[in-house]
C-alpha cells in the first residue's frame, strides 16, 4: 500500500519544533518504507533519525524512555492519532494517508450488505480521511450511513481502538451492521463483540472482505471459557506493561489485591515488551491478569495455553461484574 512520503502537516509541526534528533517509531505496515520515511523528514528538517526497531503498537505507545536512552529531542510516531486528551510535548503523533481509492473493496462490501439498510461506518487513524468516500459510496447504493462520535481515547469520528469502541456504540443501537475498513482482524473482532452486530471487515491491505459474524461468536465463546478456566485457578500472573498509557500500575496492584480477598494468590510481572514465550516459563503460574493492552489477552492467549483475562474479564470470572455488564464493554481495561 503507498503512502504520501510525508504528511505536510508533519513537516510543518518538525520546523516549528526544529529537534536535532528524532526518534521514528512505525506501526509494522509502514516499516517497508521507513529508510524513505527517515531520509524525507531528514531532508526536509535537517535534523538526524534514529529508527526504533521496536514494537510500536499505538499512540499509547511512545515510549520517551527510548528517546532518551539515544538523545533523541523528539518521538515521531507516524500511523496513529493522538490520544484524546493527551497532547505532548515530547512526541509529535500523525496519522499517514493511505492514497487507494477504496471504491472497489466497498462495492465488494456491498454485495454482502443486500439486505442490511442502515450501515455503521468504523475505521482505524490510518483510514479516518476516507470515511467520507466510503460514505459517499454507500449512500449512492441506497445505504444510510451512520459514523459515531468517541467518547473515549480514540480522536475521530468512527475511529476505533483496540481498547475504545465507543464511536462504534454510540451509534450501534441504529444500525443493521457494521462496516470496517482497515487492517487486520482484532478491531473488527473487537468491534463484533463490543457492538454484537454483524461486522464486515474491508481489508485494504488484504484486498478482501470478510463477514466475521461467526468469528465474532467464536471468539466470544473463547473468552467465556477461559473465564471458566481463570475461576480454578489458584496462583496468578497480573501483568502490568511499562509503556506509556499502558501502565496501569495502580490497577496491578488493585487487582492483585482483590484476587488475594477472593483467596488467590497472584504476583505482578511487570514487562515492556510482551511475547507469548516469556510468559511460558512462569510454569506455576496457571493463569495471567493482563492489565497492559487487551490485544495481548485476546492474541498470546492460545499461544501459552492458559487463561489470560482483561480486566473486565478477570471481574467477572471473580463474580465482581455480570456478563451483561462485560459485554457493555468488554475490552476496556477499568475494573469497573
Ligand atoms: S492499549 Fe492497545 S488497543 Fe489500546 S490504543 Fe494502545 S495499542 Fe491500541
Request: glycine share 10%; proline share 3%; hydrophobic share 35%.
Given at each position: 500500500m503507498s503512502h504520501d512520503p510525508l504528511p505536510p502537516k508533519l513537516i510543518e509541526e518538525l520546523r516549528r519544533r526544529s529537534p536535532k534528533l528524532i526518534l521514528l517509531r512505525l506501526p509494522e505496515g509502514l516499516r517497508p518504507k521507513c529508510a524513505a520515511i527517515a531520509e524525507s523528514i531528514a531532508e526536509a528538517t535537517g535534523a538526524e533519525v534514529i529508527a526504533s526497531a521496536d514494537p510500536c503498537y499505538g499512540?499509547?505507545?511512545?515510549?520517551?524512555e527510548d528517546a532518551e536512552a539515544v538523545g533523541a529531542d523528539l518521538v515521531v510516531q507516524i500511523g496513529h492519532s493522538p490520544m484524546?486528551?493527551?497532547?505532548?510535548?515530547d512526541a509529535v503523533i500523525i496519522e499517514t494517508m493511505a492514497e487507494e481509492d477504496p471504491g472497489p473493496l466497498i462495492e465488494e462490501a456491498l454485495k454482502l450488505l443486500k439486505s442490511e439498510r442502515i450501515i455503521g461506518l468504523a475505521t482505524t487513524a490510518q483510514h479516518i480521511h476516507q470515511l467520507d468516500r466510503i460514505r459517499g459510496i454507500l449512500e449512492a447504493s441506497s445505504k444510510e450511513v451512520r459514523i459515531g462520535r468517541p467518547?473515549?481515547?480514540?480522536?475521530?469520528?468512527?475511529q476505533v481502538l483496540g481498547c475504545d469502541y465507543s464511536a462504534a456504540k454510540a451509534v450501534a443501537e441504529e444500525v443493521d451492521a457494521f462496516l470496517f475498513f482497515g487492517g487486520g482482524r482484532f478491531h473488527a473482532l473487537g468491534l463484533g463483540i463490543s457492538t454484537d452486530k454483524r461486522v464486515l471487515a474491508a481489508d485494504p491491505y488484504e484486498g478482501k472482505v470478510v463477514d466475521l459474524m461467526d468469528d465474532s461468536k467464536r471468539l466470544l465463546r473463547a473468552r467465556f471459557a477461559a473465564m471458566e478456566a481463570f475461576k480454578g485457578a489458584k496462583r496468578i500472573g497480573v501483568l502490568v506493561g511499562l509503556k506509556g498509557s499502558q501502565k496501569r500500575l495502580r490497577g496491578a496492584w488493585d487487582l492483585r489485591a482483590l484476587l488475594k480477598r477472593k483467596g488467590k494468590k497472584a504476583i505482578i510481572l511487570s514487562f515492556r515488551d510482551l511475547r507469548a514465550?516469556?510468559?511460558?516459563?512462569?510454569?506455576?503460574?496457571?493463569a495471567f491478569a493482563n492489565t497492559a493492552c487487551p490485544r495481548i489477552a485476546i492474541e498470546d492467549q492460545p499461544a501459552i495455553g492458559r487463561p489470560i483475562l482483561n480486566v473486565r474479564e478477570v471481574m467477572v470470572a471473580l463474580g465482581e461484574l455480570s456478563w451483561e455488564e462485560y459485554r457493555r464493554d468488554p475490552f476496556s481495561q477499568a475494573m469497573g
Open positions: 499512540a499509547c505507545d511512545i515510549s520517551p484524546r486528551g493527551r497532547a505532548r510535548d467518547t473515549g481515547w480514540a480522536a475521530h469520528e468512527g514465550e516469556a510468559l511460558l516459563s512462569f510454569s506455576e503460574l496457571e
